[in-house]
């Protein structure tokens, strides 16, 4: 299995928590230094605490899967303090 694949099968061990709130992720790139460069999709993209699911779900998932991974970025980031962040129904 080929390293996209090892990161594609860890973030599945997360996606169904994130699915349960409308929310995705998908894989941008892999660089060179191995590091991950992700989209936070659907609510997850929106969320005020996304922050939070990048640090403490998916950062986890994939380090501990693939340790050969330097670092996880994501593309699309909202700030805690964007006044168009909007919580999933679940949150509110």
Not at 27 to 41: D, F, K, S
Not at 51 to 79: C, F, H, W, Y
């Amino acid at each position: 299995m080929d390293l996209l694949q090892r990161v594609e099968a860890a973030l599945d061990t997360i996606r169904p928590y994130l699915e349960a709130d409308g929310g995705n992720v998908s894989i941008e790139e892999i660089t060179a230094a191995n590091v991950v460069r992700l989209r936070l999709l659907g609510s997850c993209g929106s969320c005020p605490m996304s922050i939070m699911t990048l640090k403490a779900g998916i950062e986890q998932a994939i380090m501990r899967s693939v340790p050969e991974i330097e670092g996880i970025e994501a593309v699309n980031l909202t700030d805690i303090d964007d006044p168009s962040a909007v919580l999933p129904e679940r949150l509110q």
